[in-house]
DNA sequence: ACTTGCATTAAAGTTAACTTGAAGGCCTAT
DNA sequence: ATAGGCCTTCAAGTTAACTTTAATGCAAGT
């Protein structure tokens, strides 16, 4: 099966103008037919979306541009490949960490804020500030 | 105890540039002195210390701005200020877990790269191209 | 033949959040 | 009094990763 860079775009869930971009900067390189329209494949597919993951984990253009040089060296760059990945996941343990402890200062600040309704929520319950209205329910 | 602007950009980790244009954007408003120097004071020190885990939560500057105003108001704006953290909590969360999904994937490929390498190393042992090299040995 | 809808390239524009640069002022030590 | 080191404002520059625009072309349907 193959696609038009509109239907790949749409499968892959990139913009035509990135993958143009992309394509440009030599993370793809599709095939073109007799009208010089690009041609995508079943196996681009894999491959975008492993990019976009690496993306996702914050790989910069430059990196995803280094992976890609590898791997179209074929198996003697696995050492290199490797070498960027487990960098990668260390930053993306790291990034976690420091996600987890902002979200714990969230936490903190939206029990604070929330005590602070409450309290004024139990203080008005306990102390209305017309005392007639006590007496009157 | 109070601070120039390089004695509290040192203390925050922030550039000086950085801290000028957050008070342009109305995040901090620091005193000035009678050279119309800035002059900033302990308390700036926590105020500032809660933006940046704002920011590193994700929080744009219009939200970071927005949150300022509020509490620049009182107690009155409690809930904006807990709808906008408790809706940044829920993005974080989001975000560990893309993260955490991507570091699976990393995951997986490093162990694929690596099962690779241990097979070549080991088709290596037991078949060496060579076979006179096992008569020999 | 003409419109519609897809594609092409190259170049310029966008965005956020700063950062840098230029031109200058005030204070202190030599 | 001059040099160094801090500060000031305002304007312009930076960066990455696209996105948009302009000018054009091919091909299928009416």
Redesign the interface.
Known sequence: MTYSIGEFATIVGVNKSALRYYEMEGLITPLRNENNLRVFTDSDIGWVQ?LL??K??GMSMTELKNYTEWRAMG?KT??E??DL??Q??RL??L??Q???Q??D???R??VF??D??EG?KYEFVLYPKDKEEIAKS
């Open positions: 492993f993951h690496l996702a984990s198996d696995i050492p490949r490797l990945l487990e990668r996941k993306v343990e990034e976690i420091a996600l987890q902002n979200l200062i969230l936490n600040k939206i804020y929330k602070q309704f004024n």
